[in-house]
C-alpha cells in the first residue's frame, strides 16, 4: 500500500468512526453527510467518492462494525488471559457493542445481500471456532463442567444464535433484554450442575 492509499484508508476510517457514532445516537434517516464530513474532517464530496452514497457509507459501516468486532474477539480468545478475565471482557466487548448499535442501522442486516453472507459465516463458521475455544479454555481451567460436551454446548449457545439472527429484540430497540438473554447464556452455561450444589 503507498502513501496516497494509507491515507485514503485513514480517511475512511475516520469517516466510517464518524458515522457509526451519529448511527448510533441518532440512527441513519437522522443523520447527515454534511455532519458526519465535518465529524471525520473531510469533504462530504469525499464520502461519496469513498462509499458513492449515505447508502454505501451505511453498508461499509455495518461491514467494517462487524469485521472489527469479531477480529477483536479472536484475538482475544486466543490469548493465554485467565477464563474469569477472558470472559469478563468479552462481556464488555458485548455491551460495547451493543451500545454501538441503532435499530435502525440494524435493519440492514436483512435487506444487503452481503452483509447477510457475512453473517452467514460468522454462525455458520467463526462462531463455531470461537465457542470451541471458549469450552476448551473453560473445561480445561474448570470454569465448565468437564462431562458436558461439545454438542451440547453447541446446541444449548445455537439457541441463542437463532434468537441473535432475528434481531427482533434489537429492532423494538429493547437492547437491556438483549443483553439480559446474553448474560443468562453465557452463566448458565457456566454454572454448576444442580446435584453438585453444596447443601
Known amino acids: 500500500m503507498n502513501g496516497y492509499e494509507r491515507r485514503s484508508e485513514l480517511k475512511?476510517?475516520?469517516?466510517?468512526?464518524?458515522?457509526?457514532?451519529?448511527?448510533?445516537?441518532?440512527?441513519?434517516?437522522?443523520?447527515?453527510?454534511?455532519?458526519?464530513?465535518?465529524?471525520?474532517?473531510v469533504a462530504p464530496a469525499s464520502i461519496y467518492n469513498y462509499f458513492g452514497s449515505k447508502e454505501g457509507l451505511?453498508?461499509?459501516?455495518?461491514?467494517n462494525l462487524l469485521e472489527s468486532s469479531w477480529?477483536?474477539?479472536?484475538?482475544?480468545?486466543?490469548?493465554?488471559?485467565?477464563?474469569?478475565?477472558?470472559?469478563?471482557?468479552?462481556?464488555?466487548?458485548?455491551d460495547d457493542f451493543f451500545d454501538?448499535?441503532?435499530?435502525?442501522?440494524?435493519?440492514?442486516?436483512?435487506?444487503?445481500?452481503?452483509?447477510?453472507?457475512?453473517i452467514d459465516n460468522f454462525h455458520k463458521v467463526r462462531y463455531p471456532y470461537i465457542v470451541g475455544l471458549f469450552l476448551e479454555k473453560g473445561r480445561k481451567e474448570g470454569y465448565?463442567?468437564?462431562?458436558?460436551?461439545?454438542?451440547?454446548?453447541?446446541?444449548?449457545?445455537?439457541?441463542?444464535q437463532n434468537l441473535?439472527?432475528?434481531?427482533?429484540?434489537?429492532?423494538?430497540?429493547?437492547?437491556?433484554?438483549?443483553?439480559?438473554?446474553?448474560d443468562l447464556m453465557i452463566y448458565g452455561l457456566i454454572g454448576n450442575p444442580i446435584d453438585d450444589e453444596s447443601e
Open 164 to 182: 441473535a439472527q432475528e434481531h427482533e429484540l434489537l429492532k423494538n430497540g429493547n437492547k437491556d433484554l438483549l443483553k439480559e438473554v446474553f
Open 58 to 63: 451505511i453498508k461499509e459501516t455495518v461491514l
Open 100 to 118: 454501538q448499535t441503532n435499530p435502525e442501522l440494524l435493519s440492514i442486516f436483512d435487506t444487503d445481500i452481503e452483509i447477510k453472507k457475512l
Open 71 to 94: 477480529k477483536e474477539r479472536k484475538e482475544l480468545w486466543e490469548t493465554d488471559l485467565p477464563f474469569p478475565e477472558l470472559l469478563k471482557r468479552t462481556l464488555s466487548m458485548k
Open 12 to 41: 475512511k476510517d475516520k469517516i466510517r468512526a464518524a458515522a457509526l457514532d451519529f448511527f448510533s445516537i441518532y440512527g441513519t434517516d437522522k443523520t447527515s453527510i454534511n455532519e458526519i464530513a465535518q465529524r471525520a474532517g
Open 144 to 160: 465448565i463442567r468437564r462431562e458436558l460436551s461439545i454438542e451440547a454446548a453447541m446446541l444449548y449457545l445455537k439457541m441463542y
